[in-house]
Each structure stands twice: as C-alpha cells, then as structure tokens.
C-alpha cells in the first residue's frame, strides 16, 4: 500500500490532523495505531476538562492560542453529536499569600492570551466561599468557561470526518521496524503488512520519543511516565462543591503533580491525579505488565533520567505521590487543605486511569512545551501533554499550515469544512 502521508497514532491529535490533512489537501492519507480502535490511551485517560489558557504563560504562543481558540470548534462538535458539554467552570485556589501571587499573575496571563475579563475573576476567600461554601482558601481564580466533555467521544467523531474525506484507518498494525529511504519511507508491522509513505507523522503519544530514535532523532532526550490514578466520590458526597478544583503548583516546574477536584461530564466526581512513576507509557495497574516491560526499562534509562530521579524537589515531591498512590488518605488529606470536609470513606470506586509521558533534557529538567522535529520526509510531535486534548483542532491546524510553509504539502483553494480554517489562521496570527 502506498500513501503520501502515512500518520502514526490514532489519539487526538494523529485524528485531527488526518481531518485537515484530508479537508485542505488532495493527497492519500491514512492513520494506523496498534489498538483494536481510536483513542485507546491518554486521548480517553484523561480528565475531559476544555480548559481556558490563564494559567498558560503567554510566551507559549502556539499552545496558549490553541488553548484559546480550540473551545468553540470543540463545542460545535459536541453540540452536533450529542457529545457531553458541561459548563462547571474551574476555580484555581491559593491556600497562602504566596500562591495568591501567582494567581495575580495567571489573571494578567489569561488578559494577555485572550480570555474575556468577565470569564475570569480574582475572588478573596470570602467571595470563594460565596460561590462554594466547602472550598476554604486564601483566595482563587474563578474560569466560569470551563467545560468537562469526553475527548474519547470526540475523537470518534473526527475520525468519522475524517473517513468521510477518504482518509485509511488501519488498526491492529503496530510498528516493527521503519527503512528511511531518500524520498519514502517503508513501515513494516508486527501482523506482517507493509506501508510505503512520502511522508511520516509520528502522533504516538507516550511512544513517540521511542518512534523518533527509530528515525535517528532526539537520541539526546529521554522519557519518565507518570501515573495518574482518581478515586470517585459517593454521588452525595460529590455534590459538596459543584465546579473543578484545582491548586496552585507546589513546584511551578512540575504542574502536573497536584491534586484537583474534577466534575466529570457522566455525572462522577473525582479526585486525583496521583503521579506514580511507572515503566511504560501503558503501565495502567501496579508497577509492571510483564517482562518485556524490564528491557524497556534498562532500554530506556539515560543519564537525564538518573539526574531528575535524584533532583531534592523531585524526590520529595514523587515521595508524596508515592503515599498518595498507595494511601487514599494521605491524597484526601492532600485534597482537604482546600477542601476541609472531604471525607475518605466516600471514596471507594476506582476511576479510569491516565499515563502523561514527560520528556526529560540533557540537564535532567523536565521539557515544558511540546517538541515539533522535522526531517526530510517526517515530523515527529513529542511532549504533546495537557492541555493537548484541548488544543488539538487549532495546534493540528498549525501543524498543516506550517507543512504547507515548508513546501511538504499544498493546501487547496476550495474545500468544504466543519470548521473555519481561514478564521482559525487568521485569529491565529
Ligand atoms: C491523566 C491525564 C489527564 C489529562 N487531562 C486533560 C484534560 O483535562 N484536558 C486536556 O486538554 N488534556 C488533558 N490531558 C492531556 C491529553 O489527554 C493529551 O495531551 C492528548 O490526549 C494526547 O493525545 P495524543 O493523540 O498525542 O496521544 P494518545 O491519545 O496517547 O495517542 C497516541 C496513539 O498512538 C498509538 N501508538 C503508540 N505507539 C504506536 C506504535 N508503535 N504503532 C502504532 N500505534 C502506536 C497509541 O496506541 C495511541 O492510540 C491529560 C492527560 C493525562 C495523562
């Protein structure tokens, strides 16, 4: 089979972009994943939350505008589908007047990256607790734009858009070796089938790192995966406060790591993530799936690796995670410094697990944004983390409008869309 761009990964983003591709181009496109089916791993583990971009430095432009501008698109989606849109709004607490500097500074960020001043609001305790009596701060952020959908519902849906444009999705076919040639490349796979591509866009989320060095690329980079488990609250007791909580990083370099308070869009209340430090990028229950994850281990620790595991903010930080993930108290009590009524024996079921693969620099800190590497015939997007389900109808469009830039593809005249391109790239700008 032979194809002009052959698309690894069927998350949100391979999905999303195989759209546009398949809408702006006339070119033979496909998508292949190893799953029985689309959007089996981080585009369905996730937390569901659209969010709003005020926590977002603004010197990320492409992600804090995808962030921005992504909202609509999704909601026209979700509305047409009968897909969830709930709007629960998300308050950001700071527990100290530390935190609420930073919180000062998040109101002039979301300014800065577009949002509009009456979606986001600067509240004192008091008014915090006007609009949730149970949350106690020193004062929070109010986003009254925040929406908790279901991105593994919404990837269905592109990828229906997406086959209506005649792109291929293959699945079951997962990569066992890649031959570069000058002008094409040759993906074999594990069930023995072979694809010829012009081009190759590596989407494969927690493995595309892995997928990168299979090309010679970013050998100097190396992955940590972090596990992120929730617990569901007891439905009445999941009506103690009705928006998302979430709180000011411990560690602004390591956002990620802190507990929140999720209203979800089937009706759940949880807590959590927890962020375990776990072997692979699908390591879902316990430390290890089998053996063959022991040689990914060894394969894949790096001197970068060694350097965070043994960095002092990061080891007190992962010793929480630790008591978190093996102590539900220990995470309630985690939870209770904003929300002191928090009980755990409301907290029994265990909610869908998440894996966040971070990228770890030659330094040993942690990469912050997404990676975008071009090579003669491929792209690999790496690092590509939250709030990626958000983002991922305008930063794929970024992605398409930046192909066409460097001469990989041509975008037509005419097409027919569900979305506005145009508009998407000239607010863009
Ligand atoms: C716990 C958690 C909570 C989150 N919460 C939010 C949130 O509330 N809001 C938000 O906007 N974002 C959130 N995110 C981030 C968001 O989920 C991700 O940014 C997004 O889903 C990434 O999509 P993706 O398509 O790049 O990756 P994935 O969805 O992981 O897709 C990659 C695909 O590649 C396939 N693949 C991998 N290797 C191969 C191979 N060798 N051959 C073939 N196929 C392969 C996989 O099977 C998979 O289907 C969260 C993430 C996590 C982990």
Redesign the pocket.
């Known amino acids: 089979m032979k194809y002009d761009i052959a698309i690894?990964?069927?998350?949100?983003?391979?999905?999303t972009l195989s759209y546009w591709l398949s809408t702006l181009t006339s070119l033979r496109i496909c998508v292949?994943?190893?799953?029985h089916c689309?959007?089996?791993?981080?585009?369905?583990?996730?937390?569901?939350?659209?969010?709003s971009p005020f926590y977002i430095n603004p010197q990320k432009k492409t992600i804090a505008k995808s962030?921005l501008l992504s909202h609509d698109l999704w909601k026209l989606l979700a509305l047409k589908n009968n897909i969830p849109w709930m709007k629960v709004g998300t308050i950001e607490v700071a527990i100290n007047e530390k935190q609420h500097n930073t919180l000062e500074k998040y109101l002039n960020w979301g300014v800065e990256n577009g949002l509009d001043e009456t979606e986001l609001y600067l509240f004192d305790h008091n008014q915090i607790s006007t609009k949730e009596p149970h949350v106690k701060c020193y004062s929070g952020i109010y986003c009254t734009r925040d929406v908790s959908t279901d991105?593994g519902m919404l990837?269905n849906v592109m990828k229906n858009y997406s086959e209506k444009n005649m792109t291929d999705f293959f699945f079951n076919?997962?990569?066992k070796n890649i031959i570069n040639y000058p002008d094409h490349t040759k993906l074999i796979?594990k069930n023995g089938r072979e694809i010829i591509a012009n081009f190759v866009i590596n989407?494969?989320?927690?493995?595309?790192l892995?997928?990168a060095h299979k090309f010679n690329l970013a050998n100097e980079y190396s992955t940590i995966n972090?596990?992120?488990d929730?617990i569901i609250a007891s439905t009445h007791h999941g009506n103690l406060v009705n928006t998302n909580i979430y709180s000011v990083p411990e560690f602004e370099e390591y956002p990620?790591l802190d507990p929140h308070w999720?209203k979800k869009s089937n009706g759940n209340t949880e807590i959590?993530?927890t962020a375990l430090p776990v072997i692979t990028?699908?390591t879902y229950d316990g430390w290890i799936n089998n053996f063959r994850d022991i040689f990914y281990l060894f394969k894949h620790i790096k001197a970068n690796t060694l350097k965070i595991i043994f960095n002092s903010d990061f080891l007190t930080l992962a010793s929480k995670e630790f008591l978190s993930s093996i102590s539900k108290t220990y995470m309630i009590n985690r939870i209770k410094k904003f929300i002191p009524d928090v009980d755990p024996k409301y907290f029994v079921t265990k909610g869908t697990?998440?894996?966040?693969?971070q990228i770890i620099l030659n330094d040993g800190t942690f990469m912050n944004d997404v990676l975008e590497l071009y090579d003669h015939n491929s792209l690999h997007?790496i690092n590509?983390?939250?709030?990626?389900?958000?983002?991922?109808p305008v930063y794929s469009a970024s992605i398409v409008t930046k192909l066409h830039e460097k001469g990989f593809i041509k975008i037509k005249k005419n097409y027919t869309n569900i979305w506005d391109y145009d508009k998407i790239l000239n607010t863009s700008n």
Do not use: M
């Not at 989407?203 to 595309?208: F, H, L, M, P």
């Not at 590509?384 to 991922?392: E, F, I, K, L, R």
């Open positions: 690894i990964g069927s998350g949100i983003l391979g999905t292949f994943d190893k799953e689309e959007a089996q791993h981080a585009s369905s583990r996730n937390t569901g939350v659209v969010h962030t991105y990837t076919f997962e990569i796979f989407c494969a989320g927690g493995y595309s892995d997928l972090f596990r992120g929730y990620f999720i959590g993530p990028p699908e697990s998440g894996i966040r693969s997007i590509y983390n939250s709030p990626g389900a958000t983002g991922a």
